[in-house]
């Protein structure tokens, strides 16, 4: 498939591991409508591709990211107002941009090139790996532009302090958080000269590829998972993964196998599991 | 803006000051000052002059130490708010707990200890001097540290905050500790504190002030329910703020270069 605002790239050295890369480096990658009918495309198509185990999200050229939605273009459409009826409370968000809302199912790392601003947060808040060059900025301007801040920071709020999050969407434009202080906080955990940042970030997601790529969906996904109840529910779903994995997939037992012969496991993809998928099936 | 007997309430522009008010005591909360500050909130939610609030304590030495244990060993402790006397509603210190939307900044001055935690729990921005220290004396005095934890828990990572609970009085988080776990934003000398809360409030009030409360209000919310319902609660947050005029405004100044006319925040 081809696109405009994007490009996927391969690479031979690491056959499991694709690149997405925000392509509009004129515009420091923000979002225009184009980039946004492509980006649900492109997680789709990288789902559906049994080749890819993992996926590196990054931006083209050195000085960003991605800054969010491109301020040039009118907004998008507000969604049709939702129906007076007793409709149970919606959830998830109606502009669909990151792999998560978008179903991938696959784990993400975001390489983090340079400025990482406003609605660019929500690569950074939906990963499950980031990792940034010495260059790089995180800030959120929105409320200072008269806008909420609420896509990304909502998640970002799950994943580092909170006051930190304040922070962000308070102080507006005059708030920037260098790569160091983003990896104090711990919203990167590794912090990599500009040059190597796309080569560390391709090593980790072949890491990554070396474990079985259906425990792995499983792992995150209950992860991310747990993150929509309580505790106690939470580890009855996590439970009913553990349990149901090595009946419905065959890597459990391949995986031992390989271990007690000492050879490498030949892994057996399976399709990732959806939203909401409660355990694997048998 | 009204006086009290245990806060101090003041407006310099368009930043209310709120102080805790006993230093003699440090600033620990009697029956009065429980309800002194549901009153004082209302009228900082009242006020449409005040677009944010700094939260600091009298004297270089606390922020708050917390129900004060004299009147609980006296046994002349009457905490909470009259009607609500054994609900969790009668605890209303914070503007949180007090449903105030607009941004707050606490300045913690020292000590910060067992409910003055709360102060901590629920702010938005915080800040501290070199010298503020955190822990939570509950277990040690034969107390259950039940509330404070809890929202701490949801603001960092959580060792920290069982460790808190569990030493008591014995070990003090310093203000390098808490500004490392992300408890606070700024560590700052004590003599900058004050001076430096008010410049972030100036920071914030250059934001749409109803872009900003419909933001902290869908963040606080988010906090109550999992994930996937948070972001549901967000989506409506944005549905609600599109259209508002300051969205227009903020892409209109931007382009043309010049400071941005914010609506005025009305709050319910």
Same mark, same amino acid.
């Not at chain 1, 037992?253 to 031992?256: L, N, R, T």
């Given at each position: 498939?081809?696109?405009?605002?994007?490009?996927?790239?391969?690479?031979?050295?690491a056959?499991?591991?694709?690149?997405?890369?925000?392509?509009?480096?004129?515009?420091?990658?923000?979002?225009?409508s184009?980039?946004?009918?492509?980006?649900?495309?492109?997680?789709?198509?990288?789902?559906?591709?049994?080749?890819?185990?993992?996926v590196?999200?990054?931006?083209?050229?050195?000085?960003?990211?991605?800054?969010?939605? =491109?301020?040039?273009?009118p907004?998008?459409?507000?969604?049709?107002p939702?129906?007076?009826?007793?409709?149970?409370?919606?959830?998830?968000?109606?502009?669909?941009?990151?792999?998560?809302?978008c179903?991938?199912?696959?784990?993400v790392?975001?390489?983090v090139?340079?400025?990482?601003?406003?609605g660019?947060?929500?690569?950074?808040? =939906?990963?499950?790996?980031?990792?940034?060059?010495?260059?790089?900025v995180?800030?959120?301007?929105r409320?200072?532009?008269?806008?909420?801040?609420?896509?990304?920071?909502?998640?970002l709020?799950?994943?580092?302090?909170?006051?930190?999050?304040?922070?962000l969407v308070?102080?507006?434009?005059?708030?920037?958080?260098?790569?160091?202080?983003?990896?104090?906080?711990?919203?990167?955990?590794?912090?990599?000269?500009p040059?190597?940042?796309?080569a560390r970030?391709?090593?980790?997601?072949?890491?990554?590829c070396e474990s079985?790529p259906?425990?792995?969906?499983?792992?995150?996904?209950?992860?991310?998972e747990?993150?929509?109840?309580g505790?106690?529910e939470?580890?009855?779903?996590g439970?009913?993964?553990?349990?149901?994995?090595?009946?419905?997939y065959?890597?459990a037992?391949?995986?031992?196998r390989a271990?007690?012969?000492?050879?490498?496991?030949a892994?057996?993809y399976q399709?990732?599991?959806r939203?909401?998928?409660?355990?694997?099936?048998? | 803006?009204?006086?009290?007997?245990?806060?101090?309430?003041?407006?310099?522009?368009?930043t209310?000051?709120l102080?805790?008010?006993?230093?003699?005591?440090l600033?620990?909360?009697?029956?009065?000052m429980?309800?002194?500050?549901?009153?004082?909130?209302?009228?900082?939610?009242a006020?449409?002059?005040?677009?944010?609030v700094?939260?600091?304590?009298a004297?270089g030495?606390?922020?708050?130490?917390?129900?004060d244990?004299?009147?609980?060993?006296?046994g002349?402790a009457?905490?909470?708010?009259?009607g609500?006397?054994?609900?969790?509603?009668?605890?209303?210190l914070?503007?949180?707990q007090?449903?105030?939307?607009?941004p707050?900044?606490?300045a913690v001055n020292?000590?910060?200890?067992?409910g003055?935690l709360h102060?901590?729990a629920?702010?938005?921005?915080?800040?501290?001097?070199?010298?503020?220290?955190f822990?939570?004396p509950?277990?040690?005095?034969?107390?259950?540290?039940?509330?404070?934890?809890?929202?701490?828990a949801r603001r960092?990572?959580?060792?920290?905050?069982?460790r808190?609970?569990?030493?008591a009085?014995?070990e003090?988080?310093?203000?390098?500790?808490?500004?490392?776990?992300?408890?606070v934003g700024?560590?700052?000398?004590?003599?900058?504190?004050?001076?430096?809360?008010?410049?972030?409030?100036?920071?914030?009030g250059?934001?749409?002030?109803?872009?900003?409360?419909?933001t902290?209000?869908?963040?606080?919310?988010s906090?109550?329910?999992?994930?996937s319902?948070?972001?549901?609660?967000?989506?409506?947050?944005?549905?609600?703020?599109?259209g508002?005029?300051?969205?227009r405004?903020?892409?209109?100044?931007?382009?043309?270069?010049?400071?941005p006319?914010?609506?005025?925040?009305?709050?319910?």
């Open positions: 498939m081809s696109y405009q605002t994007l490009r996927i790239e391969r690479d031979e050295a056959p499991h591991v694709a690149v997405l890369t925000l392509d509009r480096p004129d515009r420091m990658n923000a979002f225009d184009v980039m946004r009918a492509e980006l649900p495309r492109a997680w789709e198509e990288l789902r559906a591709d049994t080749t890819v185990w993992c590196v999200v990054t931006g083209a050229g050195e000085r960003a990211f991605c800054t969010g939605m =491109d301020l040039r273009e907004p998008p459409p507000a969604p049709p939702a129906a007076p009826s007793a409709t149970p409370p919606r959830t998830g968000t109606a502009v669909r941009l990151t792999p998560l809302d179903d991938l199912g696959k784990p790392i975001a390489a090139n340079g400025m990482c601003a406003g660019g947060l929500v690569f950074v808040a =939906d990963a499950d790996i980031v990792i940034a060059s010495e260059n790089a995180f800030t959120d301007a409320t200072s532009a008269g806008q909420v801040s609420i896509a990304g920071t909502l998640r709020a799950r994943k580092i302090p909170l006051e930190a999050v304040f922070r308070m102080l507006g434009k005059a708030e920037r958080w260098t790569a160091m202080r983003a990896y104090q906080l711990g919203l990167v955990s590794e912090i990599v000269p040059g190597e940042l796309l970030a391709k090593a980790i997601a072949a890491t990554i079985s259906s425990a792995v969906f499983w792992s995150r996904h209950a992860i991310w747990s993150l929509d109840t505790l106690g939470a580890l009855e779903m439970w009913d993964v553990v349990h149901g994995f090595p009946r419905a065959p890597d037992k391949e995986g031992a271990f007690v012969e000492k050879r490498n496991p892994w057996e399709e990732p599991p939203k909401g998928e409660r355990a694997p099936k048998a | 803006m009204p006086t009290f007997e245990t806060l101090k309430l003041e407006r310099r522009g368009a209310a000051l102080t805790l008010h006993r230093p003699e005591r600033n620990a909360i009697n029956g009065v429980s309800r002194e500050l549901p009153a004082a909130w209302r009228e900082v939610k006020d449409p002059e005040v677009a944010v700094i939260v600091t304590g004297g030495k606390a922020l708050s130490t917390g129900f244990v004299a009147d609980v060993a006296a002349s009457n905490f909470g708010v009259e609500e006397k054994g609900k969790l509603s009668s605890v209303k914070t503007a949180l007090n449903r105030c939307w607009k707050v900044i606490t020292g000590l910060c200890c067992a003055g102060f901590v629920d702010s938005d921005l915080v800040i501290a001097a070199e010298h503020a220290t822990f939570d509950h277990v040690g005095v034969g107390l259950v540290a039940g509330l404070e934890p809890i929202g701490l960092m990572a959580l060792e920290p905050v069982l808190m609970a569990l030493l009085a014995r003090r988080m310093s203000a390098a500790r808490a500004f490392e776990l992300g408890l700024e560590v700052v000398p004590r003599e900058r504190l004050l001076e430096r809360a008010f410049e972030l409030a100036a920071l914030i250059e934001g749409s002030p109803a872009a900003i409360a419909t902290k209000r869908a963040l606080w919310e906090l109550d329910v999992g994930l319902a948070a972001l549901g609660i967000g989506q409506r947050a944005i549905d609600s703020h599109r508002h005029p300051d969205g405004e903020g892409a209109l100044a931007f382009r043309e270069k010049r400071k006319r914010w609506q005025p925040l009305v709050l319910e």
